[in-house]
């Protein structure tokens, strides 16, 4: 999976200049406030490709966040996270309360396939990026990665990583070989 982060930070200088009069009449014209700083926004940009042999991938999952982790290996898989594993569903999970901002892929990402996705945020710079997405063919098995560390990332740098599998351990597994 490749984690590119395009970040682009938009801010609004405001000077306030007034002219000042040596009167003190009641009636001198006071300025306005200056207007308010733009809003920063935040900018991922997540391109997914599916390396797999024959395998789909439901919609992808991407996640801004500052706590929390989506998973974590030998405990049981949260409500969110079993329905993603088990019917591809990721609205659940999207709307986790711990979920700054979110978003989804927009369909089955097929073998040799890629995706973009972008996730935006404004005025708070999150730490936190996970993906996620089911393995289709698969009863409860999921792939992504967990709670990525984004406090030391520059501005243009980009990740690129592979992740694992890992079933979620909410269906008793049925593969006959």
């Not at 711990?98 to 396939?113: C, D, E, N, R």
């Not at 890629?114 to 730490?127: F, H, L, R, Y």
């Amino acid at each position: 999976m490749h984690f590119a982060k395009k970040t682009i930070i938009s801010l609004a200088l405001t000077a306030l200049i007034a002219g000042c009069s040596d009167s003190d009449s009641p009636d001198a014209v006071m300025p306005d406030p200056a207007d308010p700083p733009m809003p920063v926004n935040y900018r991922y940009e997540v391109t997914v490709v599916n390396l797999t042999h024959g395998q789909p991938m439901s919609p992808i999952a991407a996640l801004l966040h500052n706590e929390s982790t989506i998973w974590t290996i030998g405990e049981s898989a949260s409500t969110a996270l079993e329905q993603l594993a088990e019917s591809g569903d990721n609205s659940e999970l999207l709307a986790e309360s711990f979920v700054l901002a979110g978003a989804s892929g927009t369909g089955m990402l097929m073998p040799g396939a890629s995706e973009s996705i972008e996730v935006v945020i404004t005025d708070m710079q999150p730490q936190l990026f996970s993906m996620v997405t089911m393995l289709v063919n698969t009863n409860d098995a999921f792939s992504g990665v967990n709670a990525l560390d984004l406090s030391n990332m520059e501005v243009g740098e980009s990740i690129s990583m592979r992740t694992s599998s890992y079933d979620a351990g909410t269906e008793k597994n049925s593969e006959s070989s």
